[in-house]
């Protein structure tokens, strides 16, 4: 039920996740961030359940700063892609982690950004777009059809915002309250955070 | 022999042990039945109401299981319960219902639904009683230690990481507790929900139980930041008692407490079929 997308633009990285979390059918909290920080510069989007995401992602996150106090040295992208697979895939015959995830980053040394997909079976892959969760049938063939490399990120901002109109409209389970954020050099930026309404002349409120 | 060397090891040693919990229940050492394999026969005699949905998000060899499970399931566990707890602008109300089931039957109308776990902070019980009632029992010990090492109130944040820490590490051993740690402290009112998968959640009103979405429906319609002390009482009584009305897991008597600087307060018991008709007249005389 959790729904969250991302891809890669012009030296930047953009995701988005919906802020729903709840248990069967019913909604316990409307503003709920899925988008932690692994550091300055990376996001660890989770989706799945509560518990597993919390708690698997402290590890993560605990373990990077633990390197970084260690070597005074920051983790790429891929080395935490890498270490969180490794992480999910020794578990799953054992206690599995119900989480499936989205690591977005940006590398200083590389000057650019990535994204990977990781799955709660332990798989890892590095993309330039996707999602998790009920979004990825929606939001596939949209990003296949209008992601280009290099997009600059107004561009890019609204490609997220189509991806997320889409969402909204044909997912039946609702949601329409949606939190973007972006990684660029800077570090992590909140960009939006949306509530749509695809019935509304004005479909997208910007709530501060 | 006290040289100097031992006694600023010691001293070290003290201060460590004021910021970390180790007690003979610290997190990393697992309380498990004295039997051969303690996780498959944990998963084999306990089936909770969830893992008889088919909906899931588990990976196939854990619905083969639940298959086996389902047969074989010995200890049923359902949250058949009301309990919820709202914060606003002059402390936090909690409201519980008090009817305990088994099965079809009502075991009790008198249960203790809110375990206090300190002067200033309530847990509610949903689920398994003896599971909450023991792991919130236990929280107020860790949160008492905490407050002699520390010379300081532990936050409500802070106890409830525990009690979820605590209860992550029994994840699929299948306990059954649906709590809600309300409190007061140095940020203000706080509200947090602890669930025995593992989640943690903090938000401004929940309701856990059965009888949940009727509260749902009486507390979202009500509910606003800056309610007076009595209003926020009787709203929470109120969703108690509709959901009392709708759900047959949930009756006894209506208790709601309220939380503010000063600690936690016993508002009222009332009777939740009286309460129901005593709401009516009223109703009534105001038309």
Redesign the interface.
């Known amino acids: 039920m959790d729904s969250l997308v991302g891809f890669v633009g012009k030296n930047y990285v953009l995701m988005a996740g919906d802020t729903n979390?709840g248990?069967?059918i019913?909604r316990?909290?409307e503003d709920?961030d899925k988008l932690v920080p692994v550091d300055s510069h990376k996001i660890l989007a989770k989706s799945?359940?509560?518990?597993?995401g919390?708690?698997f992602c402290n590890l993560i996150i605990r373990n990077v700063s633990l390197y970084r106090i260690n070597n005074e040295t920051e983790l790429s992208t891929k080395s935490v892609a890498h270490y969180t697979r490794r992480q999910l895939a020794t578990a799953?015959r054992k206690?599995?982690y119900?989480v499936n995830l989205l690591l977005g980053g940006y590398d200083k040394k590389d000057q650019k950004g990535s994204l990977y997909y990781l799955d709660?079976?332990g798989s890892s892959k590095k993309i330039n777009y996707g999602a998790q969760g009920y979004a990825a049938l929606f939001v596939g063939s949209i990003l296949d059809r209008f992601w280009k490399e290099d997009l600059d990120f107004e561009d890019g901002l609204e490609l997220m915002k189509k991806c997320l109109r889409e969402v909204e409209k044909r997912l039946i389970i609702g949601t329409r309250c949606f939190l973007i954020k972006m990684i660029n050099s800077d570090g992590i930026a909140v960009v939006e955070k949306v509530m749509i309404n695809s019935k509304k002349k004005n479909e997208i409120e910007e709530e501060n | 022999m006290f040289t100097l060397g031992s006694v600023l090891d010691n001293e070290l040693k003290s201060s460590v042990e004021d910021f970390s919990f180790e007690t003979e229940f610290s997190t990393n050492q697992l309380m498990l039945p004295n039997i051969e394999k303690p996780f498959e026969f944990a998963q084999s005699i306990i089936s909770l109401e969830?893992d008889l949905?088919e909906n899931d998000?588990?990976?196939m060899f854990?619905q083969q299981k639940k298959e086996e499970r389902k047969e074989r399931a010995l200890i049923k566990g359902s949250k058949g319960t009301t309990t919820l707890a709202f914060i606003y602008e002059k402390g936090t109300v909690v409201a519980v219902d008090s009817r305990a089931t088994s099965g079809q039957y009502i075991a009790s109308q008198s249960v203790q639904k809110v375990v206090p776990v300190n002067q200033y902070m309530l847990g509610t019980l949903a689920g398994g009683a003896a599971d909450c009632q023991f792991f919130l029992g236990h929280l107020g010990r860790i949160c008492n230690l905490y407050e002699l090492r520390n010379n300081e109130k532990i936050s409500v944040a802070a106890a409830s990481k525990l009690l979820?820490?605590i209860l992550?590490s029994y994840?699929?051993y299948g306990l059954s507790v649906g709590s809600m740690i309300c409190g007061y402290d140095t940020r203000g009112p706080q509200l947090y929900?602890i669930?025995s998968?593992?989640?943690?959640?903090?938000?401004s009103l929940?309701s856990v139980g059965s009888g949940?979405?009727f509260a749902?429906g009486v507390l979202d319609a009500g509910y606003r930041w800056d309610l007076s002390k009595e209003d926020a009482i009787d709203l929470g009584r109120r969703a108690i008692c509709a959901a009392t009305f709708k759900d047959s897991y949930s009756g006894g008597t209506v208790k709601v407490y309220h939380i503010d600087e000063n600690g936690w307060v016993k508002i009222s018991d009332d009777d939740a079929s009286e309460l129901w008709y005593r709401y009516e007249e009223k109703e009534k005389k105001n038309k």
């Open positions: 979390a248990r069967s019913m316990l909290k709920f799945g359940e509560i518990g597993d919390n708690q799953i206690n599995p119900s709660y079976l | 969830k949905d998000n588990q990976p854990h979820n820490n992550y994840r699929n929900y669930d998968d593992g989640s943690r959640l903090k938000n929940f949940s979405p749902y």
